[in-house]
């Protein structure tokens, strides 16, 4: 920060203003030890009407064990299209979809004298494009993951380069189905073609990796001193102070709901944390976990809506559930575990029950973008400015189909993409094609990604 930055009461350690033009972008509030990026304000925008230019972000979301196709795929093509059930609750973003089919991954295909790996190879090529090794033991091999050639590129202007996290913990490590490891359905990120990225599942752990002490790693130091101060921001409570001091009305009103949203997460994960100890004592899972997907999953949706109003990552991947997920819904009538209930075989009940599970999810995911849509990011909605996309590695869980995968794109991607249609690519088409294109759109340009012959048209206005 350039010297001139000092606080209405000369103390440059609190809360860095410029007064000749505007607030700095990348400005921080601080107090004992901590320290907290603010979202996007008027006040940050240069002077004499000069424009920001709308930062571009990518928001991946992964379901896992496929979709019941019929009630996910639309019937016809074009902007004419009608939502089918598992759509429906994104009827409100219609215009803001793209819902895309005809998409493979024939990448993840059995090779000849490879046994089973059938959620294996697809979770571990969705986002690298690069059929997996087929291993058990520590000799795994992949390639590198979507999410990080973006984050590493988007990472020189963030305090995170990237976040990966997701619902379901890692489960088994090690040995998975037939000689396959384990490390192939716990994550979809992999920094390298032999390190795979941990998935993380703890709300508070989280948190504080957003908003903890960035001056230090160590969780044990930044949880004594969320408890030492109570609240993040009972920390930063007179920097706050100065700051909305000198602020206009539209962004007294924007940092007020940005610090209710903070504070509103901070009494969940500590409601989660106090639930997980008096209910389910003999469990061995991390403190913080609610106890229900829904509250989980809007847990960390609103996590994420943090993250990229204040900037602190242009990007995230959420793992809704890993491959194979265990998971029962008992919050809406259904004990069973999610992954058997999907080999069905033509069974009605258990049919049923697998599009209550994959609407239960949908819901989540309208919850986000209603929540994106209703935040202010410049002179729109994060929703305007930012690439979401939301699918599976799988299309019919019941015959671990690779062919016409479920998947669509929200969001405005700061003017790029145009919604409101289903578009139908043709037969044998590589999922990396439309990641290529992404890669594309936001501004990471390279000749080819994983098995892609090629870019896909009709994204652009």
Request: hydrophobic share 40%; proline share 7%; net charge neutral.
């Amino acid at each position: 920060m350039s010297g001139a930055n000092v606080s209405p009461k000369g103390r440059n350690d609190r809360v860095m203003m410029i007064f000749k033009k505007a607030i700095p972008r990348r400005t921080f509030l601080r107090g004992l030890g901590t320290a907290m990026a603010l979202p996007l304000l008027d006040g940050m925008i240069p002077a004499l009407g000069a424009q920001v230019k709308p930062v571009k972000r990518l928001s991946i979301v992964y379901v896992p064990n496929g979709r019941i196709m019929d009630r996910w795929t639309p019937k016809t093509v074009g902007a004419d299209f009608e939502l089918p059930l598992l759509l429906q609750p994104f009827a409100p973003f219609k215009d803001r979809l793209l819902v895309l089919s005809g998409l493979n991954l024939n990448i993840a295909k059995a090779w000849p004298g490879e046994e089973v790996g059938v959620h294996e190879r697809p979770c571990g090529a969705y986002l690298t494009g690069v059929h997996p090794k087929w291993t058990d033991g520590a000799d795994i091999q992949n390639g590198i993951s979507l999410d990080q050639i973006i984050g590493k590129e988007f990472g020189k202007h963030t305090q995170l380069a990237s976040l990966e996290i997701g619902l379901d913990s890692a489960g088994i490590i090690g040995a998975c189905e037939k000689g396959w490891s384990c490390a192939y359905v716990n994550t979809l990120c992999w920094r390298t073609p032999t390190s795979p990225i941990p998935m993380e599942t703890n709300p508070r752990r989280v948190f504080e990796r957003l908003f903890g002490d960035v001056g230090s790693t160590a969780a044990a130091e930044q949880r004594a001193v969320l408890r030492r101060n109570n609240s993040i921001l009972d920390s930063l409570r007179e920097a706050t102070d100065d700051l909305l001091r000198v602020l206009g009305p539209r962004d007294r009103t924007k940092i007020s709901e940005y610090l209710d949203s903070v504070r509103d997460i901070e009494r969940r994960i500590q409601v989660a944390e106090q639930q997980s100890s008096r209910e389910l004592p003999s469990m061995e899972r991390p403190g913080g976990v609610p106890g229900t997907f829904e509250d989980h999953a809007k847990l960390m949706y609103d996590l994420q809506i943090l993250a990229f109003q204040a900037d602190l990552t242009r990007m995230i991947t959420f793992m809704v559930g890993r491959e194979k997920t265990e998971r029962p819904y008992p919050e809406i009538g259904i004990p069973d575990a999610h992954h058997p209930l999907t080999h069905h075989g033509g069974d009605r009940q258990k049919i049923e029950k697998v599009v209550r599970i994959e609407a239960l999810q949908s819901k989540a995911f309208a919850y986000y973008l209603d929540k994106l849509q209703s935040t202010p990011d410049g002179d729109g909605s994060l929703l305007d400015h930012l690439i979401v996309t939301y699918g599976s590695g799988i299309s019919e869980a019941n015959g671990h189909s690779v062919i016409d995968l479920p998947l669509l794109i929200a969001g405005g991607g700061a003017g790029q993409i145009r919604g409101g249609r289903h578009i139908k690519y043709p037969k044998d088409t590589p999922l990396a094609n439309f990641q290529l294109t992404l890669l594309d759109k936001l501004g990471i340009p390279v000749e080819n990604f994983g098995d892609s012959n090629g870019k896909l048209d009709l994204l652009a206005l």
